[in-house]
């Protein structure tokens, strides 16, 4: 047996089976188990996501939440939150937040987006621009608590944590950005010139349609990312709460609070879901048409 | 020079198309150099050459898409255009990748020059239906671009860059991507669209074919510098170099040196034998200057056993390819190989022992090295 093992792998790797191999990696290939297996699995996936994220929203609706049992149905935790001002100051701070970041890195990351794809060596630029990707949340909220605050003296605020959401979102918002600059045809421009238009009018005409999906792409993540981001606030807050802050305080403090994070968490996500579901429309349906 | 001048600044009887002494560098490649060329009001103006031979650089130039690192003048309708943006200038270009607005419908990419000129919406339109009209696409005004086949979208480019009326319209390899039969379906059409319009075009091909049907005048380009320029007939028939008769398609070119001349008529060696043609160089020919002696495949007879046929070299018959309308022979003669082409599917070539041709089919002319150094 062990023998007849040893040959048979001696001669895989003389080749002499080689024929074999070939066909035994053709067969694996053309299984057709895999389409089910793919298909499971992504269903397991988006169970995985989406159960969770129902059941949060049932049990906000649960007298008791943390017991883990629907019934009785009570409307309570969302009166409770209506009557609670506690959380109106994050959530307005974090809204305006994320609209002023998302506005910056749409127009920051078209600018940088349309530009490298210009240059004649992009690749310096591109992995400066893109690395802060790849930089650990807590590393860079340290390094930016560190220089801003230890170094040069100043005092944390809504500023500090702008710049840390910029940082943070800034190069996803390129990404997208770059997708879709990468792939366009700059002769469309020269054909612009030609037919008569500005440099204005050639871009408002012909790149900004063109690049749209990104753009607003950019500045959709930009305004998620910014909404959600916790880890960097945490350093750079100063005395400011965002709204993951004070859910992460007030879900961290067991404290009575616990059923209107519930409550609190399902109107988030009531608003967030849609808005993420517009954004795909946005990159990929609209995308396909226009190409 | 002071008439020239006159007739431009009242900017009626001058030339549509004035370039004179442009050089454009890319570093260290000098793509265009010190080219000058003229273009009649309705001209169908040929630029011809291989790829590399500065021809769609020099197109770039004129509809201001390059800025040419030197430069004399360039006018345009009489108008000085040299700092002119290519927004501005009144010409524009079919381009051999047509670069239509992916985002926008038929309709809306021929109406876009209007609507960057400020065409109201209705003339716009009207216009732009119009200009689809014309090139045979009138039903296609609501559809998306990518809806088309290559040839409507080179019938789009057309429209899109001939609805805005320009003085001069620049076409650049328009019909390259398409495939044989639509390139002979479009050249027709674009030769009737020029004389419809009465537009001057200013045509970029590598196809000498091409150049040859539609133009009225030919530029031979080749690395960055005019080789040739005349009617089509002249370089057909009269290439003043060995480069040129090579790219109008001659398939005989024979090496031998220049006997005597009259200016005209020169006799050459060739070997063993004396050959005469008409001298079609730049310069006068002299003795014993190395010369290349250019016929035509069509023009090239067979005659058998003895004879008084001019221009007579014994051969063996070689290969055969069979073209469909013809037949392309090869013989063997002891100055090189000799194409000839058999129209008759039955000629049998077994008594034939010698080629000949007609004084007046055989073109001379200067071989390369000679050529070059006038130039």
């Known amino acids: 047996m062990t023998d007849q093992a040893s040959q048979f792998v001696s001669a895989t790797i003389h080749g002499q089976m080689g024929q074999e191999r070939v066909l035994f990696w053709r067969h694996i290939v053309s299984w057709g188990g895999w389409t089910q297996i793919a298909k499971w699995a992504g269903l397991i996936v988006i169970l995985l996501t989406y159960i969770p994220l129902v059941w949060l929203a049932v049990m906000s609706f649960s007298e008791r939440p943390l017991s883990g049992m629907p019934y009785p149905i009570t409307i309570e935790h969302y009166a409770a939150l209506m009557a609670d001002k506690a959380w109106r100051e994050p959530l307005l701070e974090s809204v305006i937040m994320g609209l002023i970041v998302g506005a910056v890195c749409m127009v920051v990351a078209t600018a940088v987006g349309r530009a490298i794809p210009r240059m004649i060596r992009p690749g310096g630029v591109l992995l400066l621009a893109l690395s802060p990707l790849f930089v650990p949340a807590l590393t860079m909220g340290a390094a930016l608590f560190i220089f801003l605050r230890e170094y040069l003296d100043l005092r944390l605020g809504l500023w500090s944590i702008f710049i840390a959401h910029i940082v943070w979102a800034l190069p996803f918002s390129l990404l997208l950005v770059l997708v879709i600059a990468t792939r366009f045809d700059l002769r469309l421009l020269e054909a612009a010139s030609d037919l008569g238009a500005s440099t204005w009018r050639r871009f408002w005409d012909i790149e900004f349609p063109i690049l749209r999906p990104g753009i607003i792409g950019a500045g959709l993540f930009g305004f998620l990312l910014s909404f959600n981001e916790l880890l960097r606030s945490i350093f750079l807050r100063g005395s400011e709460t965002t709204m993951p802050l004070y859910n992460w305080t007030m879900a961290a403090s067991h404290q009575s609070q616990v059923p209107i994070i519930f409550a609190l968490a399902t109107v988030i996500l009531a608003i967030t879901l849609p808005l993420m579901a517009v954004f795909f429309w946005l990159l990929f349906a609209r995308l396909d048409r226009s190409t | ?375």
Not at chain 2, 147 to 165: F, I, K, W, Y
């Open chain 2, 1 to 375: 020079m002071t008439e020239q001048n006159n007739a431009d600044s009242f900017g009626s009887s001058g030339p549509i198309l004035e370039i004179r002494d442009v050089t454009h560098r890319f570093g260290e490649v000098v793509a265009v150099d010190n080219i000058s060329i003229q273009a009649q009001q309705g001209e169908f103006l040929t630029i011809l050459g291989e790829s590399g031979s500065g021809k769609t650089t020099l197109l770039r130039v004129i509809s201001g898409l390059e800025t040419p690192s030197t430069l004399g003048a360039l006018r345009i309708a009489g108008e000085d255009v040299s700092n002119t943006p290519a927004s501005d200038r009144n010409c524009t270009t079919v381009f051999q990748h047509y670069a239509l607005f992916p985002h926008m419908a038929v309709g809306e990419n021929v109406a876009y020059g209007l609507k960057v000129r400020g065409v109201p919406l209705g003339e716009r339109e009207e216009r732009s239906r119009d200009a689809l009209e014309l090139v045979r696409l009138g039903d296609k005004y609501d559809r998306r671009v990518h809806q088309l086949s290559g040839g409507e979208r080179q019938r789009v480019a057309l429209a899109r860059a001939l609805v805005t009326r320009p003085a001069i319209l620049l076409l650049d390899e328009p019909l390259g991507a398409l495939d044989e039969k639509l390139r002979l379906d479009m050249q027709v059409e674009l030769l009737e669209l020029h004389s419809k319009l009465g537009m001057t075009f200013v045509y970029i091909t590598h196809s000498q074919e091409e150049a040859l049907t539609m133009s009225d005048r030919v530029i031979l380009m080749r690395q960055g510098q005019i080789v040739q320029e005349g009617p089509p007939r002249d370089l057909f028939d009269r290439p003043a170099s060995r480069f040129v008769a090579d790219f109008m398609g001659v398939e005989n070119l024979l090496n031998g040196v220049v006997l005597e001349s009259n200016g005209e008529i020169t006799t050459v060696r060739m070997g063993e034998h004396t050959v005469k043609g008409r001298w079609s160089g730049k310069t006068t020919p002299v003795p014993d200057q190395p010369i290349c002696v250019c016929v035509r495949a069509e023009r090239v007879k067979f005659a058998e056993g003895s004879g008084d046929e001019p221009n007579r070299i014994s051969c063996k018959p070689g290969a055969t390819i069979y073209k469909g309308k013809y037949l392309d022979q090869t013989l063997e003669t002891d100055v090189g190989m000799v194409n000839a082409r058999i129209w008759d599917g039955d000629f049998s070539l077994d008594t034939v022992s010698h080629v000949w041709w007609h004084e007046n089919d055989c073109v001379i002319v200067p071989s390369d090295k000679s050529s070059e150094s006038v130039n």
